[in-house]
């Protein structure tokens, strides 16, 4: 079975500088990672995700991640943090690769704030 | 293009009183869908997911249930809401069968239990 974990229940980053949002994973094999991002009171909105390839995954927003099989993370990246990129962050997975029911597991998420 | 929709977005409901709470999608067929339930702004708990009209599977056991009466339709329901059940409910969709797909969520409905 597939699972994450998200050491940090906070992240603080000036404006401008660069963010990062870690993830773990757990698993026998390649993995399928995701990220979320949820804004206040809203819906999660997807970012990106890693299935197979190239391990820099680019997604919305100018957001990456870095898929490292040797540590086992799948961090989430910016080069340079936004005010309005303030908001609660999830990284999933799939319980079971072999499983078609498109089910994710959630992270506890980790809540990023940028200040001016 | 897809979008989702959840009602109401809001509700206050006092304990002992029935539940129900809709999703409907739009712009595709056949969808998986799911229900997850946020407590206190965290970590998401799935609660039902659905591969088909009137297939429903519980991830967790208790007072809620829910029904796929149409192939784009998803309702949550209880019929004695408990304190324990306030929360944000979000509903998502993927496409069928695809362990890859991504979920795609709807706005979610704030249910405070008094």
């Known amino acids: 079975a597939q699972s994450v974990a998200q050491p940090e229940d906070q992240v603080n980053v000036a404006e401008g500088n660069p963010l990062t949002v870690k993830c773990t994973y757990s698993?026998?094999?390649?993995?399928?990672l995701f990220w979320y991002v949820q804004y206040p009171n809203r819906g999660l909105q997807f970012l990106l995700k890693?299935?197979?390839?190239?391990?820099l995954v680019k997604g919305s927003y100018g957001f990456e991640a870095e898929f490292n099989k040797s540590q086992t993370s799948f961090h989430l990246k910016k080069p340079s943090a936004l005010v309005s990129d303030s908001a609660l962050y999830f990284c999933?997975?799939?319980?079971?690769?072999?499983?078609?029911?498109?089910?994710?597991?959630f992270g506890r998420g980790t809540q990023l704030t940028v200040w001016p | 293009s897809q979008t989702i929709h959840q009602w109401p977005a809001t509700l206050v409901q006092p304990v002992g009183s029935p539940l129900s709470l809709e999703c409907t999608v739009e712009?595709?067929?056949?969808?998986?869908l799911y229900w997850y339930r946020q407590a206190a702004g965290r970590g998401l708990q799935l609660l039902f997911y659905?591969?088909?009209?009137?297939?429903i599977s519980s991830e967790v056991p208790q007072n809620l249930s829910a029904s796929r009466p149409q192939d784009r339709q998803f309702i949550l329901s209880s019929k004695k809401l408990l304190l324990s059940d306030s929360g944000f409910y979000l509903c998502?969709?993927?496409?069928?069968?695809?362990?890859?797909?991504?979920?795609?969520f709807g706005p979610g409905t704030r249910l405070t239990v008094l």
């Open positions: 698993v026998s094999g390649n993995p399928y």
């Open positions: 998502a969709w993927s496409d069928r069968g695809i362990i890859t797909d991504t979920q795609y």
């Open positions: 890693y299935i197979t390839g190239d391990n």
């Open positions: 659905s591969v088909g009209i009137g297939q």
């Open positions: 999933a997975s799939p319980p079971d690769r072999g499983s078609t029911l498109g089910r994710l597991y």
């Open positions: 712009g595709t067929s056949n969808p998986n």
